[in-house]
């Protein structure tokens, strides 16, 4: 019968409605752009929302390797493959941002790889290997789940495990995805009903592997462990190994550290975020020694970050509030197993608040910049709770930059000292008693915000505002501008 609708006559039917859609919006547009652009902005949010409530009606489909949450996002995707084409007929762009070339860090905006897909690779770290930077993370991509959900009940918010990304880069701005360097399921302690955060990468050189360490643990908290992986391949795939308690004690935020000499340690949240516990890693990378320090005790820090400067070892650390922001505080030693001292707040900025929310986020790596001594990357999430996997990344320019001392000039080192003591003083979680200025090291650690930046940036470090005059330091103090 010809009133028959068959397969040809219905694409010709869509093809030609889509043409009369493109040609009416082309002219509403031409006479009230504004207008037209809030209506098609409602019409594709309605059309998102019809799409997502209608999968989610559907029943979950058979266990697979892909996460349900995965293949959801897939359906919905295909689901609304239409209305991405109208819109980029419509405006004249890639809607997937495809081969997208960015020439800036900008912070506080959803990242994507090449491909345009939204870089999943959160509580992340970084590792420069033969030229090239490797960035992992966790892949927070799912749905996100509230407080009380899973077995056991989770205590916040939380997404089931889909595994550890990993990413290229040979500038730290335009990111390939390698895809899943540890994908969930491989193990019980990767069943997405676990908790799986901040993977870090070690090369070990006498073994030519790469060793990844993470934090497993339950949906409450209290498994509390250290889990590794290892490869052959700096991308993956990586085998996982096993996941322990060092010395019998609470694994929760963690950091792992290699030493010029390839000596490594791990810094973790230990007794109930109570005291932060480093450790030596035995050869190989895969065990912890038989000694460690306890050190922090009773300060309840967590999210370490250590670097390196000249030969003073220093961490960045935060408070232990959830998701929600605080302070981050830097602490120093001379030794990785010594007693580790505060320096303050590495935060400068105009804002109060900034300050005191360390640019609201959670610090997570510090990389050293290959070359330049005194440089670095301060690595940090923004975390959006409520969906985690669109929590923005935050990375800035940090300095270690030289204090003088007053052996080299008395005015400028007692005024020095002055202001590293009223630093120091303002913090809680500094112990009670007089500060032995002379214990300081010569260095202070400053992060700067900056919403749009490059590496370049890093060539300009901010001054030291005792070392300013009067008129200078008022204004470059209320830029916050200068360090101390």
Known sequence: MTGLMTPDRGKRYASDTIQQVQHRLTKSYTSAPRRTALFVFLGVLKALLLVSWLVSRQQPKSVSAVPTDIQQAQEVRKAIAPLASLHAAFSGKDAGARNQSFENIQNDILWRDTEGNVIQAHGGSVLF???VYH??????????????????????????????SCYTSTDLINWKYEGLALPAGQHSDLDPSKVVERPRVLYHEPTQRFVM????????????RCGMATSPSATGPYRYLRSFRPHAQMCRDFTVFKDDDGEAYIAYSSERNKVMHVARLTQGYTNVAMTFTRTMVGLSREAPAIFKHRDIYLMITSGCTGWQVNRAEVYFARDPLGEWESLGSPCVSRSHMLRETTFYSQGTHVLPMPGQPGRYVFMADRWLPQALGMSRYIWLPLWVVDIPQAVESPLRGAVHAQQRSIKRNKFRSMRPGPTNMQSLPPVDVVVRWQQRWNLTVLDAPPPLCADLLRSQSEAVLRDGECAI
Do not use: C, F, Q
């Open 129 to 131: 290997h033969e030229g």
């Open 135 to 164: 960035l992992y993370g966790e892949h927070k991509g799912g749905r996100t789940l509230p407080p009380g959900s899973g077995k056991p009940p989770s205590i916040v918010h939380r997404v089931d495990v889909i595994g550890v």
């Open 213 to 224: 360490w993470m934090h497993i643990d339950t949906g409450d908290y209290e498994l509390a």
